[in-house]
């Protein structure tokens, strides 16, 4: 088995062709593409909304492997039967590659072979660090000490793959007290591969006070998933989210609170935010908050009307459009008048895809 196939999500972080900390901008799903320009469009270019939906990669799915020191531990596939791999535990862990190949990988994006290099050293790196604790400690001793956003990126992905006590506890220090933002950012990136309510506490702290927009972008990746919060623990959560999506100056932000109040609104009331968002100046965030209506599954009047309102309206950018279409497809079976509407941007769609 190569050690590629150990790292799936990192093969994933190259491929998206932006760097690690700082660009890893994804949503909590990915949004669908643009298909079709409206007739009377006068909203802007679709460019910047489409490049967030090209950027979105299903990391969340990636769940970090568990840490069986000393033994064949792998992220990925087992290994076909019969094939022999082992693992050098007798060296000094060498990282050099692996941080070369990412600064490479960041320096020239669009090259199909450097990404797969930079994938290729990933792996290798991740297979090591399952079996070989002193190589855990090293990387993270490195990832304490580096500066470079590309260097951190990398450290980020592939220590996030390893469920190891010690990887957690060094990102909840980092995440709290690196002096740096960029490494601050790293440590959320890794505490966002974990998953777990502590990293959703961390998280909303460092909303409430973080200044660097890289760090808080970071931290709000790390916001974990509602399953199984009590009430008391998701208040915290939505005010969070709210205040973000109302007050933030960074449209990213305001995009992804949109969608994570998709998932976390508990009643109509929290998800009042999100439909207001669908009248925010920015394309990217009226598309995330009409695809946080598809995430929320709410089929009250008041949001099947505003999803309805924005497809009858020809002035409404292309990716809000396609987003609201989606959600309203989905909260069938719709009122008659919703229907035609939907029913009718569906026909505008085709025919537009066809002429292509």
């Known amino acids: ?61 990636t769940e970090p492997a568990p840490c069986v020191h000393g033994e064949h531990a792998h992220a990925g596939d087992a290994p076909p039967a019969g094939e022999a791999h082992t693992v050098a535990l007798d060296a000094p862990l060498d990282l050099e590659p692996m941080l070369e190949a990412a600064r490479r990988a960041q320096d020239d994006p669009e090259d199909h072979g450097v990404r797969e290099e930079a994938a290729d050293r ?3 790196v991740l297979e090591r660090l399952l079996a070989d604790p002193a190589a855990v400690r090293q990387a993270l001793e490195t990832l304490a000490r580096s500066t470079d956003a590309s260097e951190l990126g990398a450290l980020a992905a592939v220590l996030g793959q390893v469920r190891d006590p010690e990887v957690e506890e060094a990102a909840i220090n980092l995440a709290q007290r690196a002096p740096d933002p960029q490494r601050r950012a790293a ?30 972008r970071a931290a709000l990746r790390a916001v974990a998933e509602p399953e199984g919060v009590s009430r008391e623990e998701a208040d915290p959560v939505v005010r969070q989210l709210t205040q ?96 035609r509407v939907w029913a009718a941007y569906g026909e505008e769609r085709t025919a537009a895809n066809e002429v292509r």
């Open 1 to 61: 088995m190569s050690p590629r196939n150990l790292a799936t999500g990192i093969a994933i972080l190259f491929a998206v062709g932006v760097g690690f900390v700082g660009g890893r901008f994804t949503a909590p799903e990915p949004e669908p593409a643009r298909s079709v320009a409206r007739r009377g469009s006068t909203g802007a270019p679709a460019t910047a909304a489409s490049e967030q939906v090209a950027a979105a990669a299903p990391l969340a799915a």
């Open 122 to 124: 990933a792996g290798e």
């Open 187 to 216: 440590a959320f990136d890794i505490l966002d591969a974990f998953d777990t309510p502590h990293a959703r506490e961390l998280a909303l702290d460092a909303l409430g006070r973080e200044r660097d927009v890289a760090v808080r």
């Open 244 to 339: 973000l999506l109302r007050e933030d100056s960074d449209a990213e932000l305001r995009r992804r609170s949109a969608m994570l109040l998709g998932r976390w609104a508990r009643d109509e009331a929290e998800l009042q935010p999100v439909l207001q968002a669908l009248r925010d100046p920015d394309p990217v965030v009226r598309g995330g908050a009409a695809f946080a209506l598809e995430i929320a599954q709410r089929r009250s009047p008041q949001v099947i009307g505003a999803l309805s309102t924005l497809l009858a309206d020809p002035t409404t950018d292309v990716d809000t459009a396609e987003n609201a279409w989606r959600a309203l497809g989905s909260l069938s079976p719709l009122p008659p008048d919703a229907h």
